[in-house]
């Protein structure tokens, strides 16, 4: 009977001994399905990283070539209020050196419902075949009394 009991004893300390053992175990690393959530989630946030990213950067071009252009219309409407002449109704192109690129420039003066005022409408553009501006500025010039 004491032989029996031992052995009762022994199977139910190995019993307990590996339950012991499995959550060791288990609490020792991470699953397969852990890490690759894991994977996913760090994947989702560096693809939107990249993707912000690449906006500022496209942006940033942008900015400076808007920037750019603005500084070239404004010099040409400067050019205008500095000529003390008065301007013709006509259209006309030219280009100018500003930042290491040339800027191709259109002025345009249009008559106003006013006699003695004209619009000059100065539009700037990175290539003289493109279709849209970049940059468009507008002054009004009045006709000098002498």
Do not use: C
């Not at 031992?6 to 053992?21: D, E, F, G, P, R």
């Not at 070539?65 to 404004?74: G, I, L, Q, R």
């Not at 106003?112 to 002054?139: C, F, G, H, Y």
């Amino acid at each position: 009977m004491i032989k029996s009991l031992n052995i009762k004893n022994t199977k139910a300390n190995i019993l307990q001994q590996q339950n012991v053992n499995k959550s060791k175990t288990r609490s020792l690393g991470f699953t397969l399905i852990e890490v690759m959530l894991a994977l996913a989630v760090f994947s989702i946030a560096g693809i939107a990283l990249l993707s912000t990213a690449s906006n500022n950067a496209r942006n940033m071009g942008y900015l400076e070539t808007k920037m750019f252009a603005d500084w070239v219309a404004s010099n040409q409407l400067v050019a205008v209020n500095l000529d003390k002449t008065w301007p013709p109704k006509n259209n006309v192109k030219g280009e100018v050196k500003l930042a290491g690129r040339t800027w191709y420039w259109h002025k345009k003066v249009i008559k106003t419902t006013d006699n003695d005022m004209r619009s000059v409408v100065i539009e700037i553009r990175k290539d003289p075949d493109d279709e849209l501006a970049v940059s468009s500025l507008t002054t009004f010039v009045s006709k000098v009394e002498s």
